[in-house]
């Protein structure tokens, strides 16, 4: 299906106003393709009150207004498009992406984040490259052969841990990591995006949502991303 050319402009103008009175999903992870950019669009889901099978978002509230609902997709050859980074991430992997000083490829999204760990380096100034990070150490060694009858909570302290030292080793002290206590919220999603215009350093916010029945989704809007300096 085709792009919706509005939108795809809209958002890649103003995106903090677009997402400000529309939800947009994340693209799908791609693992098989090494980080880099692509053309992405968006696909119109939903725009109205929902009908049997129909897709539709909320905002704030199961009850709250309905939005567009958009798709963040690969754009087809002559569809509308914007440059953006996917930070995808790998199983029990740290991935590392270079954000790099094209100014045409403005904007960065990951996958859905649900215990994932996203790192971000140190920029040397507007229109310089920046290393980002998204761990994901769910299946790592130490994990795996954690005797079975460990709490899930000690797991999840301990992915934790490796996501984070791996951020470390990558980042150095002084970088940043956006964490799961950070965005963890009931059963609420959280996608990490961050964008840049000329002349400025990238900044990442968090875009959060929840499924709450069949195709109707809760939007809980965009904000700045908190932080923990890595040390």
């Known amino acids: 299906m085709p ?12 995106p903090i106003g677009f997402l400000a009175n529309n939800m947009i999903l994340p693209p799908n992870q791609n693992a098989s393709n090494p980080p880099h950019s ?8 939903g ?9 539709v ?10 939005v567009p609902l958009y798709q963040v997709v690969r754009a087809p050859v002559g569809e509308a498009y914007f440059r953006s980074y996917i930070a995808d991430y790998y199983q029990g992997q740290t991935t590392f992406t270079t954000l790099g000083t094209n100014q045409h490829a403005r904007f960065c999204f990951t996958a859905n984040m649900n215990g994932c760990t996203f790192g971000i380096g140190s ?5 310089s490259a920046l290393i980002v990070s998204h761990g994901n150490a769910a299946n790592a060694g130490g994990i795996v052969n954690l005797q079975p009858q460990l709490k899930a909570e000690t797991r999840r302290m301990l992915q934790i841990q490796i996501q984070y030292a791996r951020a470390r080793d990558g980042h150095g002290v002084g970088g940043r990591v956006y964490e799961p206590e950070h965005y963890r919220i009931g059963n609420r999603m959280s996608v990490t995006f961050g964008h840049r215009t000329p002349g ?7 875009i959060q949502y929840e499924r709450v029945a069949g195709g109707t989704y809760v939007s809980y809007g965009v904000g700045p991303m908190l932080t923990n300096v890595i040390t």
């Open 3 to 14: 792009t919706d050319l509005a939108a795809t402009h809209a958002f890649r103008d103003n």
């Open 38 to 45: 692509e053309h992405l669009g968006l696909l119109l889901l």
């Open 47 to 55: 725009q109205g009150e929902p009908v049997t099978g129909a897709w």
């Open 57 to 66: 978002a909320r905002m704030g509230a199961a009850d709250g207004p309905i």
């Open 123 to 127: 920029q040397a100034g507007p229109n």
């Open 200 to 206: 400025t350093l990238w900044a990442f916010h968090r």
